[in-house]
């Protein structure tokens, strides 16, 4: 179920084009003329025939990801498949108007129907069956992951995450690193062939490759697409270098031996998570030594016996504060906010918009600490984002780009600022503003050093959709680009055996990851456009929108375009820019960086990466 869902909003957006040339049915539609009319007819009814597929599919994917099973595994893969051949054939017929001149609307939504799937799949329907079977398989095998530190103890993805974010033992780390980085060499075969017959799905349809067709959805040539990355990573790069620099130091203070390499690089396993793609799980490690104490979310939280559906209440009232309605009440009561205890699921994260109307869903297994806090706005972004956009038609039912779609939740929890939590009751004194610096650093061990790993990860896809990496070098090639972006390293020697990306969520779920590290740089500039909404002058990292009706409306307003108009028309419509800027980021984060110049004065910061 990763990949199809027109209406998933977290992950996929989906299905996939091929040219499927099997099936004997074809839509009502099919009048073979190409008329600008005739174009209309056809849309209108790809749109209502898709869009009942899209449902069923979200469906099967919804009881999969909540119930994995051998049954579940196929019945996702046999929905993904009807939707996938269904579209493909669509697209396919819709070369007929290519050629017809069209109102910009429509000429819109055929772009976005050939552009509608993250795995395109074969013509040939044994093809596309082994694909989506082979993606529902990788899917599941992921959900069903753990690594068993004992026999009695068996942890899943929250379990590894927890313990690596609370364990400050270098070799309990390294356990725990290398049992949860076991999962996946039994997929890596399965994720090769993965790639070849998805592959050949965007071949079919004239695309390069797969990553070319995923490059192709930002309303601009995919090689600009790429030089865009470029552009904003050059803008937070030196930020990341100084945050890095300092983190490492304060690593060797509290490990020695076990955190210090000649080539400067950080091992990845003590960074508080299991991918060190966001540190702020070490902040206590990291904390500067003569700052005001803060707060402990995590700690606050149990303290007051918070939970799961206490926590997702928190996230819908500060959307209600902004102007939005209320979940819908099936929200409640269909969403799995807590791990079944007695059914594998898949853990990570995900909103769900199930019928692309009122049934939209949170997919989680919430366990109270302050990082679920976050990641609970995160994903009552997505639903926000979704019931928001419910009344335009099928294809303009997503984000301006998947980016947006990502960035709409950190925008709020941006706004999870002291003076905010004080409003909720939930601290009950605003540290004082020398508490600034320590705030800030604990939310740049989040935000900043999460932004090359973001950037990294479809950049080890691009390469291995593109065959410039094949299977034998996955795994080589993969830390290579985490040395070289990230400055960290593997904590015990790696071969090609290893598949370690395969241990991130995302790549077995085939989830498009570029549009995280977008979603970083946007939520600044979104939040920064928020604040001024609400008339609110003081230094940014201080803004909290919340209760801001001006500045809902104006969030709301761009959250109701969907994907009907190009994403730099959504992005000036609510912040008045028309370029995506991480200077957002960077304004917002200046008093940190001139601290961390201060601590780093006299060491030198960087790495060196072994020539490979
Ligand atoms: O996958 C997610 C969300 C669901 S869209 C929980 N995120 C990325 C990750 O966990 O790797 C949010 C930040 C990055
Ligand atoms: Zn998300």
């Known amino acids: ?110 772009l976005l129907l050939k552009l509608s799937t993250n795995m395109p799949a074969p013509a040939d329907p044994k093809l596309r069956e082994e694909l989506t079977q082979l993606a529902s398989g990788l899917s599941g095998t992921y959900g069903k992951s753990k690594y068993c530190p004992t026999p009695a103890n068996c942890l899943g993805q929250e379990g590894v995450e927890k313990a690596m974010a609370k364990s400050r033992d270098p070799k309990e780390l390294t356990d725990l690193w290398v049992g949860w980085h076991k999962i996946s060499p039994p997929m890596r075969d399965r994720y090769a062939r993965f790639v070849e017959l998805s592959n050949q799905g965007a071949g ?75 540190w702020g799980n070490i902040y206590d490690l990291v904390a500067p030594a003569s700052a005001p104490a803060t707060y402990d979310l995590t700690k606050i939280l149990a303290a007051r016996h918070t939970d799961a559906k206490q926590m997702t209440t928190y996230g819908e009232t500060f959307f209600k504060s902004l102007g ?13 906010l ?105 939310r740049a061990l989040d935000k900043v050093a999460f932004l090359p790993f973001g950037l990294l990860i479809d950049k080890w896809r691009w390469q291995v959709f593109s065959g410039e990496v094949k299977p034998a070098d996955y795994n080589t090639a993969w830390w290579k680009l985490r040395e070289k972006y990230q400055g960290v390293a593997a904590p015990v020697a790696r071969s090609a055996e290893d598949f370690d990306p395969g241990a991130k969520y995302h790549i077995p779920a085939n989830t498009p990851y570029a549009r995280y590290f977008l979603a970083a740089i946007y939520q600044f500039q979104f939040y920064r456009a928020m604040c001024r909404e609400a008339g609110y002058t003081g230094p940014l990292n201080r803004c909290s929108f919340f209760g801001s009706e001006a500045a809902g409306k104006r969030f709301k307003a761009m959250l109701e375009l969907g ?50």
């Not at 990845?268 to 299991?274: D, K, Q, Y």
């Not at 209320?326 to 409640?332: G, H, V």
């Not at 976050?374 to 419910?390: A, C, N, P």
């Not at 992005?571 to 110049?597: C, H, I, R, S």
């Open 338 to 442: 807590t791990r079944p205890a007695d059914r594998d699921v898949v853990c990570h994260a995900s909103a769900w918009d199930v019928d692309g109307d009122m049934d939209v869903r949170l997919k989680m297994c919430i366990q109270g600490t302050g990082e679920d806090f976050v990641v609970v706005h995160h994903e009552l972004g997505h639903l926000f984002y979704d019931l928001s956009y419910r009344k335009q038609p099928y294809l303009f039912r997503g984000a301006a780009n998947d980016g947006f779609h990502e960035a709409i939740g950190d925008t709020i929890a941006l706004s999870i600022t002291p003076e905010y939590l004080k409003t909720i009751g939930l601290i009950q004194q605003v540290p004082p503003p020398a508490a600034d610096i320590p705030i800030l650093l604990r």
């Open 324 to 336: 939005f309605e209320p979940l819908p009440p099936a929200f409640w009561t269909r969403s799995q």
């Open 1 to 110: 179920m990763l990949f199809s869902l027109r209406f998933r909003s977290f992950a996929l957006l989906p299905l996939a084009l091929t040219l499927l040339s099997c099936s004997a049915k074809t839509s009502g539609s099919a009048t073979g003329g190409s008329s600008a009319a005739d174009a209309k007819t056809f849309m209108d009814q790809a749109e209502a025939e898709l869009n009942k597929l899209s449902v069923a599919d979200n469906r099967a994917g919804w009881v999969h990801e909540t119930y994995i099973n051998d049954d579940t595994d196929f019945l996702a893969a046999q929905a993904d498949d009807r939707l996938i051949a269904r579209t493909t054939e669509l697209v396919k017929e819709s070369a007929r108007f290519d050629k017809t001149e069209l109102p910009a609307d429509l000429r819109r939504k055929f």
């Open 204 to 278: 079919e349809l004239g695309f390069k490759d797969t990553g070319t067709l995923w490059r192709s959805n930002y309303d601009m040539a995919p090689e600009a697409f790429s030089a865009e990355l470029e552009r904003l990573w050059s803008q937070v790069e030196p930020l990341y270098k100084e945050l890095h620099a300092y983190t490492r130091t304060r690593l060797k203070a509290k490990y020695g031996a076990a955190a210090t390499r000649e080539d400067g690089m950080i091992p990845a396993h003590l960074l508080g998570n299991i991918w060190a793609q966001e």
């Open 563 to 612: 994907q009907s108009k190009p994403w730099p028309e959504a992005l000036k419509q609510m912040t008045g820019e028309d370029k995506a800027d991480a200077n957002a980021m960077v304004e917002y984060f200046a008093p940190l960086l001139v601290w961390l110049k201060e601590q780093n004065k006299g060491a030198a910061t960087g790495w060196t990466v072994a020539s490979k």
